[in-house]
């Protein structure tokens, strides 16, 4: 209920987001821009917007999925059909000789069901409202979750908070429309297309319709945030930290380390490819205590609870403990049963492990962290449940308590490498991107980038040619750049190369060591060619720097992540 009303709130939010300000003039424009007065129209727009933008959304999603084509693709289609209604505005009498030719009139008569002239009545606003909705789609940080996170894991409940959020989104957007109306109501010239006003408007659209598939709008974005009082983007990750997925109930205490009521575990759903063991269910396992651990191979947090899930394993597994590993990908790569069988081998894990490429088992879970642990008692019932890295000697307690046994801990207490000042875990792809400043803005597609000098604390900037998609940013010349301020002890990154080909990112440091670099990085120099996590950085203690990667063309990076 709590992501319904944050989903709300985002949409309307977003009209102030640096995105959609520059596109407001076409929302407000094309609801007073009619060959005679249409009240309707702004409804037409706004509509029609709600539906491009649903519709444009399910689309990314299936060819990200499926076919890889990048959003870049869709939003320069966009920006064409911007193009293609502004010049219908500058010279109208185009319009009306095609309407002629291909009998758009009489569609549109029969689409409102009315008699007499109506050019482009239905059909002009429709196609304003179509264009836009790529272009609204890269806006909010409540949307971007709800791509990335909710709509992978439940498609049900992703498209109820993609509709509410469009919901909130239009409902602000036609106000505006209906307020511009109102405005310019008595003023004959705006309605009439062959208008000067009408003219100019259609110059206009033209000119935001360039912007778009050149990439230039961003530039537009970049001087709107940086001159706003307010941002709105921030408004929405502080409502976004205060919801959470998770509805079992605590357990209350009695002297023990079980933190949840005995809830039925839910059954395994759509694992496959397992490694280490045949297919298992937990019907099968009644009268063991199961470990089920979610967790994906290029997750640091995930990497460092490794070792204790494995301890944990060798200590209890004769004694009736079995753990599940449940691989539920991150990045598209993670999908490869092929990486996750090699991860599993060089991580020497020997507990079965299977892959939740639909996020099925991870849903069934109601959970949303890399790593979470669901522990199950003997008789099928969650009984303890640990989300993130942390609280490993009371997991172990936990998992004696339900084996009956009283011994020595495997794991002594442990602090977590994380302090509250440490740079968060940052994604570089379009989806989850934050932090970026530089020139122009973060979008996708292939550009070229400039960097700025003087870096704020936990930002990053680019240089040289990228091209950028909703996972990652890939490198496209051998002198591509990316700096990053951060606070931190160790500096990890999630990095590829194109066609699993070994080349070599250098990593720099000012004023470093030898000793600077991580245990992937040795002077500096980290060889990529799997798809993985690499350590790149490792200085004596936690403090400030500046990471700066130099990276060949057909390197990946998604993410980095931080430890001190």
Known sequence: MLLLIISLIAGALTIL???????????????ITGAVPDKRRPYIITAALAVSIIGFTLLLKVSTLLIELSPAVLTALSGGLLVALGAVMVIPEAWEKLMLVLRLQAASDQLLNRSGRTHGRVLGPVLIGA??????????????FILASVLPRNLTSGLLYLIVYTLGLVATLLAAALIGRRLTARLGWAVNTHSLFRRLFGILVIIIGVAVITGRETAAEVWIANHLPFDEAKIEQALLTTQTNHTLTPK??????????????PAFVGLTNWINSPPLTLAQLRGKVVLVDFW????INCLRTLPYVEKWYTAYHNQGLVIIGVSTPEFAFEHDPANVAAAVKKDSILYPVALDNDYDTWNAYDNDSWPADYLID??????????GEGDYPTTEKAIQQLLGLNQTLTTPASNVPITAQQTPETYFGTN???????????????????????????????????QVASQALTSNSNNSKLMFSVNAKDVYMVAGSSGSQARTVTVGLPGSNAGDFGADAPGGRATVSGSRLYHIVSLPQFGATTVTLTVPAGVSLYTFTFGS
């Open 17 to 31: 987001a640096p995105c959609v300000l520059p596109l407001l003039p076409v929302i407000i424009g094309g609801s």
């Open 131 to 144: 264009a836009l909705g790529p272009v609204f789609t890269s806006c909010s940080p409540t949307y971007a």
């Open 252 to 265: 209350a205490s009695s002297g023990g380390v079980l933190n949840v009521s005995p809830t039925p575990a």
């Open 296 to 299: 994906t191979y290029s997750c």
């Open 378 to 387: 003997k008789q099928g019932d969650i009984r303890y449940v640990s989300l």
């Open 432 to 466: 989850r991107d934050s932090g970026f400043v530089g020139s122009p803005g973060l979008a996708d597609g292939a550009t070229t980038y400039h960097a700025i000098s003087n870096l704020g604390s936990n930002e990053w900037t680019l240089s040289g040619g990228w």
